[in-house]
């Protein structure tokens, strides 16, 4: 069991080395659009989740402490009893003496191992807190800068409509427009004032949950960023993500901590033995007694028990470090199949957008010349609106796609050096 183990661990190093080699080969893009790192840090280091597992840190160097000392104490032990003879003679007798359990040298290392795996794990899990509450950071600031630029566009076509409006009381005015014509422009401008009310609600709800989950932020005027095309292999974000994740490192430490005590409960077969030196004193003092005492308990099945559990509990814990990878994996390279369908699905939005706006101001510029109907005038600006409003969408889903990969592969806010 311990050749196998120490040949796993030396493959497992060599792989960890290959990994990592391959991960940091992967350069980190420009990245625009983010809080910048100076005012980010703060805000994820006040949040809940990550003081949560910053005190959990705390919890595990004292338990790693614990783990470095002996788990035994020294026991003072004092007697005293009256003896009577035949004879009607009674003398005073008194023993005392102090005595403490050995904890063999095995076991010790077992312990200190246990304490470096949990402390491990302890900082692994806030690493992972670190990179939840980035995730969270992130999603939401998008969310507000993508509702900040709907409630932009929204004004914009207000505008528009309102243009649009004036065109057709310019006709209606010359005999060329009909009190119909005027009224429904009328009511696309009242609609579209709707639209432009939900879009400035959209925009305050959006800043509302970004401040309150992350209190403290300041609104940063930033543009609404365009994401980056990936262009490297998926192989190197896979690589890239899985030497960074914290998921995983605790996995990892898991099995490190399983071994641990499968170690500790394989030497725990063999029980501490309890030493002590004592002094007595008997028939009134004339006797004197000096010595060493030694106890050791007698091992039974339930120490082999134990241990066979200890064992069986390594494996699974190494399951455990394997369905995790293979999660991790199928996660890292759907998210990078998603990111890239969602930049191409953003140019053709885009590529859309450029259209219908174009043809809704060769629409209005005829209409104001007297020509085309107001039909046509009204379903090229709604058209022009709506495909704004689904570029404007593909660009926050691709950037937050585009967003999330960077933050798994901690890219930003210093997360790699959690």
Same mark, same amino acid.
């Given at each position: 069991m311990t050749h196998r183990w120490c040949l796993m661990k030396f493959v497992g190093v060599v792989s960890a080395i290959t990994l990592m080699s391959s991960a940091y080969a992967l350069q980190a893009p420009a990245v625009t659009g983010l809080l910048p790192t100076e005012l980010a840090r703060p805000l994820l280091a006040q949040d809940p989740r990550v003081a949560a597992a910053r005190a959990g840190l705390a919890v595990a160097r004292e338990e790693s402490s614990i783990l470095e000392k002996s788990p035994y104490e020294w026991t003072a032990k004092a007697t005293g009893q009256r003896r009577s003879l035949d004879t009607g003679a009674q003398y005073r007798e008194w023993n005392v003496g102090v005595e403490r359990a050995i904890r063999l040298p095995g076991k010790g290392v077992a312990d200190r191992d246990m304490g470096k795996a949990t402390l491990a794990e302890a900082q692994a899990r806030y690493g992972e807190a670190m990179h939840e509450s980035a995730k969270a950071l992130m999603t @939401?600031?998008?969310?507000? /800068?993508?509702?900040?630029?709907?409630?932009?566009?929204? #004004?914009?076509?207000?505008?528009?409509?309102?243009?649009?409006?004036?065109?057709?009381?310019?006709?209606?005015?010359?005999g060329d427009a009909s009190r119909l014509d005027l009224n @429904?422009?009328?009511?696309? /401008?009242?609609?579209?004032?709707?639209?432009?009310?939900? #879009?400035?609600t959209q925009a305050a709800a959006a800043w509302t949950r970004l401040s309150v989950r992350f209190p403290g932020i300041q609104p940063l005027r930033l543009a609404l960023p365009l994401p980056l095309l990936l262009t490297e292999d998926a192989s190197q974000w896979r690589d890239r993500i899985l030497a960074e994740s914290d998921v995983l490192k605790i996995a990892q430490t898991q099995l490190r901590l399983a071994q641990a005590q499968a170690d500790r409960a394989l030497a725990n077969r063999f029980a501490d033995p309890t030493l002590g030196i004592f002094s007595a004193s008997e028939v009134g003092g004339r006797e004197r007694l000096t010595g060493l005492s030694i106890s050791i308990p007698l091992a039974g099945g339930l120490r082999d028990s134990k241990s066979a559990k200890a064992l069986a509990a390594v494996e699974v814990a190494r399951q455990s470090v394997e369905i995790t990878q293979r999660e991790l994996e199928t996660e890292i390279a759907t998210d990078v199949v998603t990111a890239r369908g969602l930049y191409e699905s953003l140019q053709m939005a885009n590529e859309g957008a450029r259209a219908m706006q174009e043809n809704a101001k060769l629409v209005q510029r005829a209409y104001a010349l007297g020509e085309g109907d107001l039909q046509s005038l009204l379903l090229a600006r709604r058209q022009a609106t709506a495909s704004e409003n689904s570029a404007l969408q593909a660009q926050v889903g691709a950037l937050k796609a585009f967003y999330g990969l960077l933050t798994d592969a901690h890219f930003i806010w210093d997360l790699e050096h959690d």
């Open positions: @939401l600031w998008v969310d507000w /800068l993508g509702a900040e630029r709907g409630r932009e566009l929204s #004004a914009a076509n207000v505008q528009a409509v309102q243009e649009n409006l004036l065109a057709v009381d310019k006709r209606n005015r010359a @429904l422009a009328s009511a696309e /401008l009242a609609e579209q004032k709707r639209m432009n009310n939900d #879009a400035q």
